[in-house]
């Protein structure tokens, strides 16, 4: 399986969101998945990418060739696809992944996280989405869902769709397994 990683292109100003970083991408690799991610050599992106290689983990990247240099495209994953636009490298991204998670990250974390959510709500999509809360760093958000719940634009089943764990074995144990059974029930809205 493949896991899509969406993550900061800056690594944040504590070290535990690196060591996070890394450890979530030695994992993956480490349980003979491969990391899917926007393909960057800088912030928690190209951390994950060099902790799963390291590993000995498949890495694709997926970068738009206007930020080829901006974000210093890696170059030594075991695949990079140069796409035209963001709209695109989303696109491939969720086409090439088995399941996604968020770690933290800024405006574009959330604008891909957000996207595959509502991808998910208006089912066109049925793999597990989660979020790695390193130190509670996605707690406002987390909050900002369940006000959106109380307040009747989200219901309680979509809700749902975005579990969160503080530790990365834990968030793939679960992502994983929900994709292995067949009885995806984080999807069923």
Known sequence: MRVCVFCGSREGDRPLYRDAAAELG???????HGVVYGGGNI??????ADAALAAGGEVIGVIPRHLLDREVAHGDLSTLH????MHERKALMAE?????VAAP???GTLDELCEILTWAQLGLHRKPCGLLNTAGYF??????????VREGFLSAAHRQLMPSEQHAQRLLDRLLSAVVSGENSLHEA
């Open 96 to 100: 090439l992944a088995d399941v996604f």
């Open 139 to 148: 707690d406002p958000l987390l909050a900002m869902f369940d006000h959106a």
């Open 82 to 85: 140069v796409v035209g636009s």
């Open 105 to 107: 990250g800024g405006f």
């Open 43 to 48: 912030g928690l992106m190209g951390i994950i």
């Open 26 to 32: 030695t994992l993956i690799a480490r349980a003979g």
